[in-house]
């Protein structure tokens, strides 16, 4: 009788410790999806701030000088900057979620029934390459 109910601890101890192994991995997708977030509201707003001049002293609407609607070199950069920032946060996010992934991954094979950490680092990636071709555009097509 004692043994069955040592037995049936174990077993539920050795549950709450699956669950909880789980559990850690998930936090990990979660923290990977929150960066991932932040890094795309960066680039959002940085597209922002390049496109309708954010950083620069704007003219009073009535004024028709071509020199003074052109766009401000200082907002380009700093839309330039804002969107770098989100690649590097993707980057950095990505490959630190993918060290810790997989080498969860190895430990505790087959504990996360529906994926391997491959596919959010994918898609981290992802939105990493938009970035960066983000960059490319407000580099190149800069009016």
């Not at 810790?100 to 087959?110: F, I």
Request: glycine share 6%; net charge positive.
């Amino acid at each position: 009788m004692a043994d069955d109910a040592h037995s049936l601890q174990v077993e539920v101890a050795r549950e709450l410790v699956e669950l909880s192994l789980q559990r850690s991995y998930m936090n990990t997708e979660r923290t990977l999806a929150v960066w991932t977030r932040t890094a795309l509201s960066l680039m959002i707003f940085g597209i922002a701030v390049d496109r309708f001049g954010l950083l620069m002293n704007h003219p009073p609407w009535h004024v028709t000088d071509i020199h003074l609607l052109l766009p401000n070199p200082l907002s380009t950069l700093g839309g330039i900057v804002l969107v770098a920032m989100g690649v590097a946060i993707l980057l950095a996010a990505g490959f630190r979620f993918l060290a810790y992934g997989l080498r969860w991954y190895r430990v505790n094979p087959r504990k996360v029934a529906y994926h391997t950490p491959w596919l959010a680092f994918s898609f981290a990636m992802l939105m990493a390459a938009f970035g960066i071709a983000l960059l490319v555009v407000l580099c190149v097509f800069r009016q």
